[in-house]
């Protein structure tokens, strides 16, 4: 347990021991671990019907402008030099996505004040969705762009600063149960640190915002932490 953060396996929401009950119901907010769901011109919904079978999921969805969030947060980091999460995301409502309909799925927000990992979901225009990534890397960021299959997808991400494990790397698995078979890698060179974690769309384009008003993306099975490898 010492290289567990913590779990929120089932239903995203820590509701262990709700699923197959035929009396249980969805929460009308997140609970803890979550410290809250913070938004801005946007929508939180906790609905029924897992991703992975369970009672419940999360939907997001944004009904103002390109300065609208709806996320749920979680402060249970404090300063990690590698963090570890995983997480369930289905885009099939907003399939249609042209190349510059995009919007934020996941933000880690550090102590520096620069995100060090931040996870996006844009189109190319042809029906196809990606999954954007980015990591802090010196001055800069490394990132890339891999696509997401239709309905329920599995993402997970490993951002290693080094400072302990001596090895500085992001990484990022898209349905990927194999921790030696990542979807993407790259080395990088950064000293920042993990503290809080945010969940749910933010910082749409205008073209989403247009597009997509009142649309949800859907989200299960979070999980963060420290070194081991999470899978499904």
Known sequence: MNTKMKVLALALLGLVGYAGSAAASCPSSPVPPWTGAPSLGGTVVIAPGGLDGSLCR??????????????????????EPRYRAAFMINTDAVSALSATTAAYVFTAAGSSGRAPVALSIVGDGAGNVFLSYF?????????????????????????????????????????????NAPTATSPITSTATIDTAFLGLAGATGDWTAAFPGTAVQFDRFDSRRSTFVGF
């Open 135 to 179: 990591a802090v890397s010196g001055t800069g960021v490394v990132g890339g762009t891999k696509p997401l299959a239709a309905g329920p997808n599995h993402v997970e991400f490993d951002y290693d600063n080094g400072s302990v494990s001596g090895t500085p790397h992001f990484s990022l698995w898209i349905n990927s149960n194999d921790e």
């Open 58 to 79: 999360m939907e997001s969805a944004l009904v103002g402008d390109s300065s609208s969030f709806a996320t749920v947060e979680d402060d249970t980091p404090t300063a």
